[in-house]
Each structure stands twice: as structure tokens, then as C-alpha cells.
């Protein structure tokens, strides 16, 4: 399926019942510590001259914060004043980018994934108006920027490659071709991944 050729309304039908799946967890029994804590990041759709476009957000250098500048998708842990993990990752994007959840049009969630500082993040695909004008917080983030999701979705620009853990064991890890000088690869890629999956689009 050509990418730009997704309608809403296929798009909302893909992500259908990507709840009642398992979690992603692509890490060795007993590698993680502990249950992991709940999250949720927004996976923020646009329109821009009939091109799907993906919103992406590169993290500000923050000492101590193993997330510190790498390319992401705005969200973060479920705090107790979020009534659930959509409204966290809504809250998340305010706080990040100035995104009011009121402007967001939710259309699904993929499958919960297990990530390497033993969070289970959802993240939850939302339509955004564009042109929007969007509001970065100073402190966390250092850039937005879009990538067309048929690009994400050419093989030619993805590599995956091995990370090795404690006891000899070893996980894979995707990475993305560099896009405007930028370098989607980890969870985040994982999410993408799962999302060009879901759609049917890889």
C-alpha cells in the first residue's frame, strides 16, 4: 500500500485491537529489574501536501538523563494526577510542545513495548492540525521536526544492527538512515517500526 494513500478512517481500523496484544519485550529473562513502571508517548500524525508526515521531537542534553538527546516521540511516565496512560501521553505533549489535547484527534494504540530503563510504554497515534504552531519547552526539548512516512517506511533506509548486553547476550537494535541531520534509532524506531507494520506498510 502506498503510504499517502492511508485514509483516517484505515488508519483507525489498522490500529484496532492493538491493545489486546502482548508487549513487545525484545530483552532476556532477568535482564530487567522489577515490574516496570507504566508510560505512554503520542505518535503525532500530520497532513502536508497530501503527504503523511510523522512529528518527532529531539530531547535537550540533560545530565544524568540516559534519554538525553536522542530523537523521540513527545510522552513520558504515567504520573497520578493522569486518569489514564492517553491522558499522560496528551499531558506529555503540552508540557514538551505546546500541543493542546483538545487539538489532538486520537485514532489508536499499538501494542505496549518493554523498554531498556524498564518502562511499558503505549504509544497511542493521534492527528494533529497542521500547520500548527507548537511551543517546545526550553528544558526538554531542543527541536521538532517531521519525517514523510513513506520514507519511514523504505527498507533502504533502515539498518538493524547488535547491542550486547551482560552475559554474553545480545539484543537488535534498528536505526534509520540520518533525515534532516537527525538519527531515529532505539525504542522510538521500534515504535515506528511497529507502527509501518501495523499499517502494512513493511
Do not use: C
Not at 99 to 110: A, E, F, R, W
Not at 144 to 164: H, Q
Amino acid at each position: 500500500m502506498n503510504a499517502n494513500s492511508l485514509t483516517v478512517d484505515i488508519i483507525r481500523r489498522k490500529l484496532n485491537d492493538q491493545s489486546s496484544l502482548p508487549p513487545h519485550n525484545h530483552f532476556p529473562p532477568g535482564f530487567l529489574s522489577g515490574p516496570p513502571r507504566p508510560a505512554a508517548v503520542l505518535i503525532p500524525f500530520i497532513r502536508q501536501n497530501n503527504q503523511w508526515r510523522i512529528l518527532f521531537i529531539r530531547r535537550n542534553d540533560i545530565d544524568g538523563d540516559r534519554h538525553s538527546g536522542q530523537v523521540a516521540f513527545p510522552g513520558g511516565a504515567q504520573e497520578p494526577l493522569d486518569p489514564s496512560l492517553q491522558d499522560a501521553a496528551l499531558r506529555e505533549a503540552q508540557e514538551e510542545i505546546g500541543l493542546n489535547p483538545k487539538d489532538v484527534q486520537i485514532l489508536g494504540n499499538l501494542r505496549d513495548f518493554i523498554t531498556i530503563s524498564n518502562f511499558q510504554v503505549t504509544p497511542f497515534v493521534g492527528l494533529i492540525p497542521w500547520p500548527y504552531e507548537l511551543n517546545p519547552s526550553p528544558a526538554e526539548v531542543k527541536k521538532i521536526f517531521t519525517i514523510p512516512l513513506d520514507w519511514l517506511a523504505d527498507s533502504n533506509n533502515l539498518e538493524e544492527t547488535w547491542r550486547d548486553l551482560p552475559d554474553n547476550q545480545r539484543i537488535s537494535v534498528a536505526y534509520f538512515q540520518e533525515f534532516d541531520n537527525e538519527i531515529l534509532w532505539g525504542a522510538s524506531a521500534r515504535f515506528t517500526l511497529d507502527l509501518l507494520s501495523t499499517l502494512g506498510l513493511r
